[in-house]
């Protein structure tokens, strides 16, 4: 049976058969349902023969059905916000979309938790606890527009997590679709609870090609207390991972993030910030213990800082004053992309390896004849060096993948990981092997187990 022809037959059995949610099959439409963020450039993306947007488990369910009789693939969706090719389309394929299953199911304050359906947005969760006197933290930076289930799928990190953790910390449990169209429950309400393999866990960070999340149970936690913050500049890359070794060592901060000197420079161009842009990198952190204990806990980082090298360290307990010196982190990633294509990479080393990682990049920027601009979680030695080429250029966009492979390979030597949260999606697959070793195969025997005809999501993450 030709893939055409596979596809033709799952229009007509979606089209009479029990529903499966709104079917998508205009051409224009599909289009966009094509890609995620990933770089066009180096990331392939397929046409899909048709999307659905399911509103209800049992419509996710008649879709994975209706897929699996005429042997489909199936690539679910969140938002489309991610950096890796996950959630592009596989030429062919039906592409499941959760963006309408917005629904938040329960909160019940009492046990500190939320259920709620797949494709609600981060921040409406966020909103909702807030709105019960409550607290959601796991917070990527696409906040405002990635949906829980992808977060779920790629255990999204995020600027809180050196403190909270990622969003495999917050989860409690979940409801999957597998790949012949059953719905199970996994994990629990409990906040503990150990009885059978962790399979909520598993299911998290499994990018798609494990089943589809319907519904997830969420931890939720008391709000932080204000926050006091710090911004240090350091003169040399060195200088900064000893001061990130020394906070990390004896201080719990809230947030603590890192940005080069290509990046501050960057910055400054697209929006000045009045930033020092010959220092080496500026080092931002938070502490959320609230009034004059978070003052104490960065005033005390300040002066980590300061033994470590740092030419200059202010803080302020002031709200307004601490969002003006986050900004430019904040401002990072859009600089670097307003200077032209960017190769986002979220590489993970052991936190003592991160002035080694610095290091390295610099020489990989040189060694490539590319512009490389770094920042990132330090607190989790996850950092996001960001390759920035001419993507109409394929000279530059060879040097671009070359400095990437390159990227990738430093960080697995310096015991790292090749992702730190972004997922392997269609973007890190050639290196997956390099960082599994022994483990692959254990790796497959778990994609067999589960999903045995290699439906969902194939040829991403493992
Ligand atoms: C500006 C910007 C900033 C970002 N910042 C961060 C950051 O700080 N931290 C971070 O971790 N990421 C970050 N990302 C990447 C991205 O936002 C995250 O990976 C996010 O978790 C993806 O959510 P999504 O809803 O867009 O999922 P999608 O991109 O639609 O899908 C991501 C993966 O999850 C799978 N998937 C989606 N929904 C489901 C489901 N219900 N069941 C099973 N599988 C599913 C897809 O198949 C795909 O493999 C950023 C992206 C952008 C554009």
New binding site residues.
Partial sequence: MTAATAADRLLDDLASGPPAGDLVTDPEVLASYRR??AAPALVPAGMPAAVVRPRTTEEVQAAVRAAARHQVPV??????????G??NAIDGCLVVS?ERMTDVVELDGASLLATVQ??LVNLNLREAAEREGLFYAP????YE???I???????????CCVKYGV?RDALLGLE?VLADGRAVRVGRRARKGVAGYDLASLFCG????L????QATVRLIPPPRSSATLAASFPTLGSAGAAIAKISRNATPSVLELMDRTTIQAVERMAPQELDDTVAALLFARSDLGGAAALRAVDEMARWCEEAGATLALTTDEEAEGRMLMAARRLA?PALEHQGATLLD?VGVPLGQIPALLDGIERIAGEHGVTIGTFGHAGDGNMHPTIVFDHRDPDSVARARAAFAALVRLALDLGGTVTG???V?LLKRGFLDGELGEAAELNHAVKRALDPHGLF?PG??I
């Fill in positions: 995620d963020q690539v679910p969706r969140g938002a489309g916000s991610g950096l890796s996950g959630a959760l797949p494709g917070d990527p930076a696409s527009f990635s949906t289930g992808g977060n779920i799928a790629t255990n999204a990190g995020g600027l969003t999957v499994s990018e798609g090609t089943g589809i999340v319907t990633y979220d949260e972004h997922g999606g999501n991403k993450g």
